[in-house]
């Protein structure tokens, strides 16, 4: 056999050897959850120092040989090294802080704050869990989602938090308004506000009628395709054509109804629009 081979293996046992030496020195818990109290228990005689080292911070305490050394807690998650220093020797060991169990805490997040109606799946939601240590829990937790209208509807939605963390996809309701969305983890739930506002303009009509010399446009009360009011400020464009010419008035809507004043011209074609959508054409033959 190779002299290298056998160097590899005596290096394995000599660490094996170590390893086990390492172990006899101190007993303790390989998980401990944050916020319990714990305890070490070393073995020999004669003074030594234990080091804890974890997610940024050091603990230390002197400590006779033989005793056990008491921790009234450890908050931060993370996995830990514990470090056993005396004159004769060194040994170490590792152990992992793990969340409580309970949640404490919710972080949602809710997007967009505003958007329009009727949009399916348009409205997201994420929540991450945590525990009274702000320690991100990810052992998987039921997160319960829950958006209401003013008028009383409601969606819901049950979801298993994966690695600390779940989200959802609502619509927007028919209806505008401010709709809560919750997110709820047993007694815990945070809530924000998603501002609803009415969709496009639906079914725009006008009516023309003479005044002196000129026509008078004024539109139905605007709605959306839900019956929505459409917002005041909403520009409405009103177009005449007659004898290959084009004149057009952009008219803000006031209480729900935009008006324009327009020049007679006899066989005139009257319309109405606002942004993209059309509405009912009107021909003037007088």
């Known amino acids: 056999m190779p002299r290298s081979t056998f160097l590899v293996a005596g290096l394995a046992l000599a660490a094996a050897h170590l390893a086990f030496a390492q172990s006899e020195r101190m007993n303790l818990p390989k998980i401990v959850e944050a916020g319990s109290g714990f305890s070490i228990q070393s073995s020999g005689s004669g ?100 958006l209401s209208n003013p008028s009383g509807g409601t969606q819901q939605r049950s979801v298993t938090a994966r690695d600390g963390s779940a989200w959802t996809a609502m619509d927007s309701t028919a209806q505008q308004g401010a709709d809560k969305f919750a997110a709820r ?44 009011a459409i917002s005041d400020g909403t520009v409405v464009t009103f177009t005449e054509r007659y004898g290959g010419a084009q004149s057009t008035v952009d008219a803000p ?13 006899p066989g005139a074609t009257l319309s109405v629009a606002s942004g993209v959508v059309m509405g009912n054409q009107i021909g003037w033959a007088k």
């Open 47 to 146: 003074k030594a120092t234990l080091y804890l080292i974890g997610p940024g911070r050091v603990l230390k305490q002197d400590l006779q040989l033989g005793d056990t050394a008491s921790f009234s807690s450890l908050y931060h998650a993370g996995h830990y090294l514990a470090v056993l220093v005396s004159q004769s020797f060194t040994a170490s060991d590792s152990f992992d802080v793990v969340p409580a169990g309970k949640p404490a805490t919710l972080s949602f997040l809710a997007k967009p704050s505003r958007l329009p109606v009727g949009l399916h799946d348009a409205i997201t939601g994420a929540v991450y869990v945590f525990d009274a240590y702000h320690n991100l829990i990810t052992a998987p937790t039921q997160v319960a989602f829950e």
């Open 185 to 228: 983890v047993g007694n815990i739930t945070s809530t924000r506000v998603v501002a609803q506002v009415p969709g496009d303009p639906c079914g725009l009509k006008m009516n023309v009628h003479p005044v002196g010399e000129k026509l008078q446009l004024t539109t139905d009360p605007v709605r959306d395709c839900n019956g929505n």
């Open 253 to 265: 809507l006031k209480r729900g109804i935009a008006e324009a004043t327009m020049q007679v011209h």
